[in-house]
């Protein structure tokens, strides 16, 4: 079965700072792997996606993503880090890639805090 | 584009009611609704999905009375909290997949809180 498990749920930089904000994944099939943002009472936004192409996947607001399937990671960067990033980040992974069900499994979320 | 909304955005009710949440896309039709659970600081658990004209799928431990899902047209679900017990507070979260869209393309609305009393 499909899970995936986010290390730390409590992340804090400073404004500037490199963002690292780590997700392990376990599947039986070739995974898609996801990283959505979560502001304040509102519902998610998806930051970006793997789907087997380039490894390093590059998305919005300047994160970007690296796939490793031997560490089973897809860790979720940003060079520098901006007061708006403050958020809630969740990583999830298709529960049924080859059903193409469209069902996700979501980490437990990690809170990014910058501080100025 | 890809906007879905969500009615309430917070709703309060009394114990032993009932309260139905509306999802709904707005710009594209949607061929499958999906309705998550989230407590607070906590992952989102998915509850059902539901796909138009027929009955939604529930995962594992979800009360198909208790949480009444009707996914009446392409740009319409509604998920209907029966006989709500305080325990039932909680942000319930829908998604939408778009009917030309990709099997993992998703668009989340931005949520409705309740709070049972």
């Known amino acids: 079965a499909q899970s995936v498990t986010q290390l730390g749920s409590h992340v804090s930089v400073s404004e500037g700072a490199l963002v690292l904000l780590r997700c392990n994944y376990s599947?039986?099939?070739?995974?898609?792997l996801f990283w959505y943002v979560q502001y304040p009472n509102q519902g998610l936004q998806l930051l970006l996606k793997?789907?087997?192409?380039?490894?390093l996947v590059k998305g919005i607001n300047g994160f970007e993503a690296e796939f490793k399937k031997s560490e089973t990671s897809f860790h979720l960067t940003k060079p520098s880090a901006h007061m708006s990033d403050a958020a809630e980040y969740f990583c999830?992974?298709?529960?049924?890639?080859?059903?193409?069900?469209?069902?996700?499994?979501f980490g437990q979320g990690t809170t990014l805090q910058v501080k100025p | 584009g890809a906007v879905v909304s969500q009615h309430p955005s917070w709703v309060i009710c009394k114990s032993g009611t009932s309260v139905k949440i509306e999802c709904r896309s707005l710009?594209?039709?949607?061929?499958?609704m999906f309705w998550y659970r989230q407590f607070p600081k906590q992952s989102l658990m998915l509850m059902a999905t539901?796909?138009?004209?027929?009955?939604?799928?529930?995962e594992q431990g979800v009360e198909k009375d208790k949480f009444l899902i009707n996914h009446a047209s392409l740009t319409l679900s509604t998920l209907t909290v029966t006989s709500a017990h305080p325990e039932d507070s909680s942000f319930y979260i829908c998604?939408?997949?778009?009917?030309?869209?990709?099997?993992?393309?998703?668009?989340f609305g931005p949520g409705t809180r309740l709070t049972v009393t």
């Open positions: 599947s039986s099939v070739p995974p898609y």
């Open positions: 999830a992974v298709s529960a049924h890639p080859s059903g193409n069900t469209g069902k996700l499994i």
């Open positions: 998604s939408a997949r778009p009917k030309a869209g990709g099997a993992y393309e998703q668009y």
């Open positions: 793997y789907t087997s192409a380039a490894t």
């Open positions: 710009d594209f039709q949607a061929t499958t």
């Open positions: 539901s796909n138009e004209g027929s009955k939604a799928t529930y």
